[in-house]
């Protein structure tokens, strides 16, 4: 039939646009909120404090002209704190600057949007290095050099776990392979396509080079062309909490402290196998706890999965407990709305969405007396007088503006002994969704 409709008039018609830009990706960092720190100025080459690591052993009962002990001493060594650089750079054209300006022309000001969103994505890299392992993002699993599509990842963030290799890894990443023998980057840089959804692993932009190998560390590199670990994470990020709250599982030497000889303060109880949750459990760490160093549980601390773990322990005593839920019975806890934390011994039992999977932590929050060495609380580099830089001079100029934002600092606990972690739970059905 003749006549008009919205395909023949489209031409003619308008799009209406809203002044609103919808958010797509989780900037939340919860570990900040629930680990507080306290702020410790520091410059040099590195602070220096003295650890009391050891008592007088010459204290004994003795007999009427009996011996008496022979003399101990009191024993002290020397800690060194030295921040470590989490480093982040924004770039333009001058056609985006100047086509940007103005809400007639651009939904946001390209120059503001990307200093401002920067400066979330440090918040979110820094959750991760409170819960990953030496700017480990994960393990290569399986024959990696043989892999045409997919390269297969696990233990993630560096802890041995099998599920969800990919958890630290994004897409547009630029990351190489460490050898574990060596600590040296292996020859071979690729970015990351695309990363799968059910956390097994990601695709690379091109063919990965035929040296990595099974149990290599995956880490991310600064550029295409990095050939040196130098220019990679790998043993550049600060203390994660898994290093703090630790045995010497996985940081042997304390800040100077040797975990192996001096085990008070430094040491936290660490049970490596924990397997099912149990109430007992729980009340077998925070006794030991209490029993090492006075310790006093104020939060504990696991990936969602595992919370599930210790609402199934709460089911049987909870539901259906007074007769006015007989009528309009409720099967969740106050987890449901994510709002509220459940509670265990009137403790918070607090879920992060980056947390080790099978990992619970317990912290005295106060006594553990934690601290954050501050060289850089956060800045953009403008010491030259000017935050937006050129891009290259002479032959390689574009005409392109660079900025760069920094901080420096570093993660410590003086008294771990005052916490507990309880590593390998198991009986968790695992829900892991990717958070961009």
């Not at 979330?120 to 892999?147: M, N, Q």
């Not at 020859?187 to 396509?193: D, E, Q």
């Not at 909870?318 to 007769?323: K, L």
Request: charged letters at 25%.
């Amino acid at each position: 039939m003749a006549g008009t409709n919205t395909q023949i008039f489209d031409g003619a018609l308008k799009d209406d646009y809203e002044d609103f830009v919808a958010d797509g990706v989780n900037n939340k960092n919860k570990f900040k909120d629930i680990f507080k720190t306290r702020d410790i100025p520091h410059g040099g080459r590195s602070k220096k404090f003295t650890t009391h690591v050891g008592r007088n052993a010459g204290v004994m009962a003795s007999g009427e002209d009996g011996g008496i002990a022979t003399a101990g001493a009191q024993k002290y060594v020397q800690s060194e704190v030295r921040t470590k650089k989490i480093m982040g750079r924004v770039r333009y054209t001058q056609e985006i600057l100047d086509d940007s300006m103005g809400d007639e022309n651009s939904f946001v000001d390209a120059r503001k949007d990307e200093m401002n969103r920067l400066i979330d994505d440090f918040a979110r890299k820094e959750e991760h290095y409170w819960v990953s392992l030496r700017g480990i993002l994960a393990y290569l699993a399986g024959d990696p050099g043989t892999d045409a599509n997919e390269v297969e990842l696990d233990n993630p963030g560096g802890f041995t776990h099998a599920s969800f290799g990919n958890r630290f890894v994004a897409r547009d990443m630029y990351v190489g392979a460490v050898n574990p023998a060596t600590g040296v980057l292996r020859a071979g840089v690729v970015k990351v396509a695309s990363v799968a959804s059910d956390g097994s692993g990601f695709t690379p932009d091109a063919s990965i080079n035929d040296a990595w190998a099974d149990n290599d560390y995956l880490v991310q590199v600064a550029a295409s062309g990095t050939t040196d670990v130098a220019d990679s994470s790998f043993e550049q990020a600060p203390a994660s909490i898994m290093e703090l709250v630790d045995d010497s599982t996985f940081k042997a030497n304390y800040f100077g402290v040797d975990r192996g000889i001096y085990t008070s303060p430094v040491n936290a109880y660490v049970k490596a196998s924990t397997a099912a949750l149990s109430f007992d459990v729980l009340q077998q760490a925070s006794d030991i706890q209490d029993q090492r160093l006075g310790g006093r549980t104020d939060k504990l601390v696991m990936h969602h999965s595992t919370r599930r773990l210790y609402i199934q322990l709460t089911e049987q005593d909870r539901r259906y407990a007074t007769s006015g839920t007989l009528r309009r019975p409720d099967g969740g806890t106050a987890a449901f709305q994510q709002e509220e934390d459940l509670t265990m011994g009137n403790v918070p039992v607090i879920a992060i969405r980056d947390f080790p999977l099978d990992v619970i932590v317990g912290l005295d929050s106060v006594g553990m007396e934690a601290k954050t060495y501050v060289s850089e609380k956060g800045r953009w580099v403008d010491d030259d007088g000017s935050i937006l830089v050129r891009d290259g001079t002479g032959s390689t100029a574009k005409h392109a503006f660079e900025a760069w934002y920094f901080r420096r600092h570093e993660q410590y606990v003086a008294y771990p002994a005052k916490c507990f972690r309880l590593d390998g739970v198991t009986g968790q059905s695992l829900v892991v969704v990717r958070s961009e």
